[in-house]
């Protein structure tokens, strides 16, 4: 995955971008591209870019020009259906230079404007400088797989891939955390865009498109998740006679593998963790690779979370090159401040460690692009949340019930075999706000509730800073208005995908960003 970073002088007495400070935001991102480096400068604007070649590997150097005007662009993902796009673009007279998606890009964005976002199929976070104008664009993909930060810093604008390169570009931005953003973060497991841990620092939205120019700022969202009310349930297929929804997920699922396998001029390998999520899409990898596709594991010397046999099953059933990687808690713990270093916020728990191990694999054994089911939980309710969720509203309804509580146990076999007390322990958690089962929230207020205890561990001085608000209320506050049409499963998935999806999943999980070693989530591209 490239990175890209710039500064925009946003006023006329701002100082113009200094091509050292660039230089600095770009060494920053070295990780991230490592194939080449360039920059573009004028008096007003700076750009630059760490490129991870995968596209046009010879001609597709970046920062790049737009043809038809003084235009110029830093891109970090993939168009998926570039080639489409760009046989529309000729067909209104357009011309390129390159092969590349990030021509067809800038030459959309001319051509549609801002509606040239709605038209990609892919995973992006790009800077668009109009010189003429004196326009900056800034964009972001529809479930944030790219990440794309800002700083506004003495009238000049700071963006990047990573908050490390901001801050490698002026000594004197503050560094200092945010105590929003650390209270989001106790309590969702992450901070929710546009909130980053970081004083000063904002993140562009996911599906969002902002635009500084005339000394105005206007942020759009050009895409946001949509679900079906309540009142279509009824005309939903009933079990055994949904076939045809059957079909049509199965012929998404594998265009949208083949795009990112055929797409691309590098070999495409895939994460298998022996899930259905992973083996799904490493199966559909397989087939359209057209050479001999590798798959990489970890493995645990810890047997409780080890699943190498389903791994080695899944790799010998489609004959992948199969690379493995043993895993000791040792191994977390030497490794853990570097994913620190890389995930630029706190983590509650050590699942990305095992993950930036292989993503070193990964590169080592020459593989810049790996496929993940990373996100299809939240896209097919996967979690055990929504399951949860489910028969607590059902409970809910009957609160003095105990045959319903005892559904749980259904669920987590665990409460029927713990000792009494545990089990009444157990029910205390799930039995939160049980009464109020139509309540915004209701599916994961025991998570947010009980990962709030954390911050008893708060210094004193920052329990005074967080105790002025509540991120709970203030997200529900922000709810989309036609939320509470949506049916109880889609109102969970909604918020999975807001909380958790682009802040942790992603980021911290399923982007390790090691040497140049790019995740593409073949399932949370809509």
Known sequence: MCGIAGIVALSANAPSPSRRALLRMVGALAHRGPDERGLYRDQRAGLAHARLSIIDIAGGQQPLSDPGGPAWIVFNGEIFNYVELREQLISLGHRFRTRSDTEVVIQAYRAWGEAAFERMNGQWALAIWDASANRLILSRDRTGICPLYICNHQGQLHFASEIKAIFAANPAIPRALDPAGIDQTFTFWSSVPPQSVFQGITEIEPGHVRTYARGAVRDRAFWTPCYAPRSDERRLPSAGCNDDVIDAVRSALEAATALRMVRSDVPVGS?????????????????????????????????????????RLMARTIASEHHELMVSRQDIAEVFPKVIYHTERPILRTAPAPLFLLSKLVRERGIKVVLTGEGADEMFAGYDVFREGKIRRFWGRQPAS?????????????????????????????????????????????????????????????????????????????????????????????????????????????????????????????
């Open 271 to 311: 994460y298998l963790s022996g899930g259905l999520d992973s083996s799904l899409v490493a199966a559909l990898g397989s087939r359209f690779a057209g050479r001999r596709f590798q798959t990489f594991s970890v493995r645990f010397t810890d047997a409780e979370y080890d699943e190498t046999s389903y791994q």
């Open 402 to 526: 105990t045959r319903r509580a005892a559904l749980l146990s259904r669920l987590y076999p665990y409460i029927s075999r713990s000792p009494v007390h545990m089990q009444a322990i157990a029910l205390k958690f799930f039995g939160h706000g049980i009464s109020a089962p139509d309540a915004p929230g209701f599916a994961h207020s025991p998570r947010w509730r009980s990962t709030s205890a954390i911050k008893r561990l708060f210094s004193a001085d920052m329990r005074a800073a967080t105790s002025q608000a509540d991120p709970v209320t203030e997200l529900l506050d922000r709810l989309p208005p036609d939320f509470c049409r949506w049916t109880p499963l889609a109102q969970d998935q909604y918020l999975e995908t807001k909380t958790l999806l682009a802040g942790y999943l992603l980021s911290s999980q399923g982007r390790p960003d090691v040497d140049g070693a790019l995740g593409r989530g073949a399932l949370s591209i809509p």
